[in-house]
């Protein structure tokens, strides 16, 4: 469980996160949802102790905690190819991997000895995606997971995501959009707006049934908030 009490975050005067309470069970799957500049990454990343707030307290009953995130705008070494990156973060996770499976998995396999700078969009998320999940996280961000990808691999990162769950439950953090995305992905929801939590709800493991909730509690039927 992580208990997060009274957290406020603020870059000088500007108040980024206003007073917020909030607690996360194992293995509960939430997104983090409001419009740009609302404080949702601010919020995801200070629970994985990436910042800290400028006041509050966030506990974690779990002790041996492994944290991971893929963001939008993830950061690697852009002279390393991506056999090279992979070989440099499963030492840095002490973990085994199979190389050639990973990238065959995420259609990389041509791309093993390409620079990280010299991939498409998509190819880096793929990418992002495939080294956030390498050392089994039980904390897990995932920051507009399928931004420039297309809608085949949206959802083959969905179901991706999915059968990791399923063999590996972790506590799921998804900063996100896109309604597809989380009703496929999430059981619970909460909506920032200006820095507070607006909005708190369960989310049925029904597909059909998640997506219901969500265009009645936030959406207007367009798919994106």
Not at 124 to 136: A, G, V
Not at 149 to 178: A, G, M, Q
Request: charged share 25%.
């Amino acid at each position: 469980m992580i208990r997060v009490t009274n957290i406020t975050k603020k870059y000088g005067k500007k108040v980024v996160l206003d007073n917020i309470n909030l607690t996360i069970q194992e293995n509960e799957r939430i997104a983090i949802m409001g419009l740009n500049g609302s404080g949702k990454t601010t919020l995801s990343e200070i629970i994985l102790k990436i910042f800290k707030p400028t006041s509050g307290t966030i506990e974690y009953q779990k002790q041996d905690l492994v944290r991971n995130a893929t963001f939008q705008d993830g950061s690697f070494d852009n002279e390393l190819n991506l056999t090279q990156l992979i070989d440099f973060y499963a030492a840095a996770f002490q973990v085994k991997v199979n190389k050639v499976e990973l990238l065959t998995q995420y259609e990389l396999l041509e791309f093993a000895k390409q620079k990280y700078s010299k991939l498409s969009g998509g190819q880096r998320q793929k990418f992002r995606f495939l080294i956030t999940l390498m050392n089994q996280p039980n904390l897990l961000l995932l920051d507009e997971l399928t931004t420039s990808l297309d809608y085949i691999w949206r959802e083959k990162i969905v179901k991706l995501v999915k059968n990791f769950l399923d063999t590996n439950p972790c506590t799921l953090l998804i900063v996100s959009h896109n309604k597809d995305e989380i009703a496929g992905l999430c059981n619970r929801a909460i909506v920032l707006s200006e820095g507070k939590i607006i909005k708190d709800f369960s989310l049925p493991e029904d597909k059909t049934k998640a997506l219901a909730v969500i265009d009645k509690e936030i959406f207007n039927y367009d798919g994106n908030i």
